[in-house]
């Protein structure tokens, strides 16, 4: 199985300054048709999983441009460029290139 | 708009089975791949078992392989998850996903197992 790390665990922040996630998985998330299933959700208390970002970076329907994502092969980054109160939660890098699927461990942004 | 909509959690004794149902809406269900993820509260997400939506090919975790199994209806715009031998460590939040990123998810449905 695929194992996604990230880091750090807890990320303290101030409001409107940047925040940056890193995810690494144990082999290249390179699927056979060229694409990267390298995904980025957000939790927050009592809601589901919400997607921000799929693909490494591509930001997904209404998520904010303060959101974004990069990487590629075996090391990924979610960056938000001004971290606002409603961000709050936990964000879980998600790789879907190779059955079975994995999750990272999470980084908690607090404020 | 999409809605995914699980249900058939409950409490259930170790050794004990459940079929989990997810109902999806607003798109072309026969499309999408779907996942089953859980989320014990204050814990992390973990993936649970996949399967693709053309092809029909079922991925599961190591920690379910050989006691659940994924199924799909796509007549029925469902999904299914059928739990057999649950364990104590099978409690939390089960919710499905839709596609290979998670684009939408259901709110969940609770499954607890206890003596």
């Known amino acids: 199985d695929i194992v996604m790390t990230q880091s750090p665990l807890s990320s303290p922040v101030t409001l409107g300054q940047p925040a940056s996630f890193s995810c690494r998985s144990s082999e290249s998330l390179v699927f056979n048709d060229g694409n990267t299933y390298l995904s980025w959700l957000q939790v927050r208390p009592g809601q589901p999983p919400r997607l921000l970002i799929y693909k490494i970076s591509n930001r997904f329907f209404g998520v904010p441009d303060r959101f974004s994502g990069s990487g590629s092969g075996t090391d990924f980054t979610l960056k938000i460029a001004g971290v606002e109160a409603e961000d709050v939660g936990i964000y879980y890098c998600m790789q879907a290139s190779h059955f079975p699927y994995t999750f990272g461990q999470g980084t908690k942004l607090e404020i | 708009e999409v809605q995914l909509v699980e249900s058939g959690g409950g409490v259930v004794r170790p050794g004990g089975s459940l079929r989990l149902s997810c109902v999806a809406s607003g798109f072309t269900f026969e499309d999408f791949g779907m996942s089953w993820v859980r989320q014990v509260p204050g814990k992390g997400l973990e993936w649970v078992s996949g399967i693709h939506g053309k092809s029909g090919a079922t991925g599961y975790a190591a920690s379910v392989v050989g006691r659940f199994i994924i199924s799909r209806d796509n007549a029925k715009n469902s999904l299914y998850l059928q739990m057999n031998s649950l364990r104590v460590e099978d409690t939390a939040f089960y919710h499905c996903?839709?596609?290979?990123?998670?684009?939408?998810w259901g709110r969940g449905t609770l499954v607890t197992v206890s003596s």
């Open positions: 996903a839709r596609g290979d990123a998670g684009e939408f």
